[in-house]
């Protein structure tokens, strides 16, 4: 589970950065930088909630559970 936590991390700040690369990016229509850009945040969005929802589905199942240390 930890490794799967990792990849879905890399792969949400992969997809943030790749938005900012075409937000700065200058050549090209100002169309296709825009739905490229929304393409990768949508990405990220989805990533962040397929994470979430597999970080709850392994508590509910027993997979992982709360320790209660700081």
């Known amino acids: ?3 799967i936590v990792i990849v879905a991390f890399i792969g949400i700040l992969g997809s943030l950065a790749s938005a900012l690369v075409f937000m700065m990016k200058q050549d090209g229509s100002d169309k296709n930088r825009a739905k490229y850009m929304a393409r990768s945040l949508a990405l990220r969005v989805g990533l962040s909630i397929l994470l ?3 970080i ?3 508590w509910w199942l027993g997979l992982i559970s ?3 240390t700081p």
Do not use: C, E, R, V
């Open 52 to 54: 979430f929802t597999s």
């Open 66 to 68: 709360p320790t209660g």
């Open 56 to 58: 709850l589905a392994a």
């Open 1 to 3: 589970m930890k490794y």
